[in-house]
């Protein structure tokens, strides 16, 4: 059984940062690509940052630059560092784990950004 769990969550004003961390079982972590997505209210899922099992990365334009995200394949673990949080980064962040048309997702941890 895959259970991803994502943790880190909370408020922070503008300008602040927050590390969020997945912690992954029930699959062969390093030959899975891992990821973050985004769900804003009212808004559709969008991808954040994904990291490949080969560990090339693809962030969003819009956090290019201030978010960081990274694999720890002996812990089965996956973070997203985000650093100058702006309030349109609130939403509901969510871990994705993908391999070979198989996607499964944590339930995601609320992250607010508002002064």
């Known amino acids: 059984q895959v259970q991803l769990v994502e943790s880190g969550g909370g408020s922070v004003q503008p300008g602040g940062s927050l590390r969020l961390s997945c912690a992954a079982s029930?699959?062969?972590?390093?030959?899975?690509?891992m990821g973050w997505y985004r769900q804003a209210p009212g808004k559709e899922r969008e991808l954040v940052a994904i990291?490949?099992?080969?560990?090339?990365?693809t962030y969003a334009d819009s956090v290019k630059g201030r978010f960081t995200i990274s694999r720890d394949n002996a812990k089965n673990m996956v973070y997203l560092q985000m650093n100058s949080l702006k309030p349109e980064d609130t939403a509901v962040y969510y871990c994705?784990?993908?391999?070979?048309?198989?996607?499964?997702w944590g339930k995601g941890t609320l992250i607010t950004i508002s002064s």
């Open positions: 029930g699959i062969i972590f390093s030959f899975n690509d």
């Open positions: 994705n784990s993908h391999f070979y048309g198989r996607n499964d």
């Open positions: 990291i490949t099992r080969a560990g090339s990365i």
